[in-house]
């Protein structure tokens, strides 16, 4: 793996995939959260250094959702 390897999975997965979900509550199970899904498996597979962040990334965005969907 080299360096701009790495630079661009940290890009993908931060710059493109983070970012752009963090802030959305997308309900369980509508198309929108699918593609997250699909995109993250996506990013798993292209980055496999990167498949543990990426999981913690959807964890974390489920647990939003669940939060924003329950008031607290």
Same mark, same amino acid.
């Given at each position: 793996?080299?360096?701009q390897e790495v630079q +661009?999975?940290?890009e993908e997965v931060y710059n493109k995939f983070w970012l752009n979900y963090r802030g959305k509550v997308l309900p +369980?199970?509508?198309d929108e959260w699918e593609r997250m899904?699909?995109?993250?498996?996506?990013?798993?597979k292209k980055y496999p250094f990167m498949e543990q962040v990426v999981a913690e990334m959807i964890a974390e965005l489920g647990q939003r959702m669940w939060r924003r969907e329950d008031g607290s």
């Open positions: 793996m080299t360096d +661009k999975g940290f +369980k199970h509508s899904n699909t995109w993250a498996v996506v990013l798993m």
